[in-house]
């Protein structure tokens, strides 16, 4: 028999393109246009590259302790990792081994499976409804385990507090993850039920509203067990998860909160417009509550835009995958580069 029968096969998942080229318009991966806080850079600059000689603190606490004084939840009850993508790669590892299926969106975040395939964790996608709204029926059934975004990605939908409290209350005997990648965007965080319900792990991300994908930092609100069963996971893992800067820049992120908060006001107000720009081309879209719309033409395929939008040097998203073939999903950028999307949708539609 081959040493190749024995090796784990995954397909992996595909991550937007990075395309080199510093002139193209890149609404493809939901980034922040906007560069990361001042406070950042300053933090950035007074790095010695000599720290770098030693191991960073394990713990991460000088991270940790910042998103704690932000939020104002307990430090154990907070965890980190190299974006969320680890944290719930590493959550997956840690909550989802009772051989029951794990329940998520049909339309969501497509990494979800691909974890499922990697840690042979058996699952099964909750179809939405015509609308792309999750039914809270759907997920109240037996499961090893929940996860989705709140907003939804790729359809920027926000549910309710309340439908989700429903979905955890109904599920004690497993752990309900709510991914928030996107809810700086105007939504309302499930975070205050972390102190109701043992079983919920509240994700979030740096990549987005924070501006700093490139950094790499995650992080997890859960009950103190919650937080302390997905620690021990990482320490018998790799320790030095949290790189030096990664720690000292994340917290410098979190101590500039005025210019957090002006950047997600500025991006809501250019998605405010841009979707009244794109209904006057002749798209529809969900209510995007995150920072992209996911859209729609009624006359033109969204393989054909896509195309021709690439060839204008402006990349957007677009899946031939079921229900969403139709769909481009589009980043808001900077207003001068909502401009030129529309400049050229313009053209493209001869309108
Ligand atoms: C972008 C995104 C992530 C991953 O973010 P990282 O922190 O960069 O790993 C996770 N979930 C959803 C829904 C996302 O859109």
Redesign the pocket.
């Known amino acids: 028999m081959s040493w190749e029968s024995n090796v784990r096969k995954v397909v992996p998942y595909t991550p937007g393109e990075q395309p080199r080229d510093k002139n193209i318009i890149k609404l493809n ?2 980034e922040c246009p906007y560069p990361p806080a001042p406070g950042v850079e300053k933090v950035l600059k007074g790095l010695s590259y000599e720290d770098l000689r030693l191991y960073p603190d394990p713990e991460a606490s000088k991270l940790v302790k910042s998103i704690s004084d932000y939020y104002k939840v307990p430090e154990d009850q907070i965890f980190v990792g ?7 790669a590493l959550s997956f590892l840690t909550f989802f081994n009772s051989g029951k299926k794990i329940l998520f969106p049909d339309v ?2 497509s ?1 979800y499976n691909v974890w499922a395939e990697l840690f042979d964790i058996p699952y099964e996608r909750q179809p939405l409804d015509d609308d792309f709204r999750i039914r809270a029926e759907d997920y109240k059934k037996e499961n090893g385990g929940i996860i989705f ?1 709140n907003p939804n ?1 790729p359809t920027g939908i926000l549910e309710s507090t309340s439908m989700i409290e429903e979905i955890v209350a109904a599920n004690k005997d497993s752990v309900v993850i709510v ?1 928030e ?2 809810i700086d965007f105007g939504g309302e965080s499930v975070l205050p039920l972390i102190d109701k319900y043992e079983n919920l792990l509240v ?1 979030r ?4 509203s924070r501006a700093m ?1 490139g950094i ?3 992080y997890a609100f859960g009950s103190g067990k919650l937080i302390k069963y997905l620690s021990d996971a990482k320490f018998s893992y790799n320790s030095y998860t949290m790189n030096l800067p990664s720690i000292e820049l994340g917290a410098a992120s979190m101590a500039d909160d005025e210019y957090f908060k002006t950047t997600c006001k500025k991006i809501m107000e250019t998605r405010r417009r841009i979707k009244c720009e794109l209904k006057a081309l002749g798209f529809t879209f969900p209510d995007s509550q995150a920072n992209f719309i996911f859209a729609k033409h009624e006359n033109v395929s969204a393989q054909s835009l896509f195309c021709a939008l690439k060839a204008k040097g402006i990349y957007v998203r677009h899946w031939n995958a079921p229900r969403i073939e139709d769909y481009l999903r589009i980043t808001i950028g900077t207003d001068e580069e909502m401009d030129r999307f529309i400049e050229e949708l313009r053209d493209i539609l001869g309108k």
């Open positions: 991966t939901n190299v974006g969320s993508d680890d944290v719930i969501t975040y990494f975004p990605a991914d990648a996107y994700v991300t740096y990549s987005k994908a790499r930092i995650g």
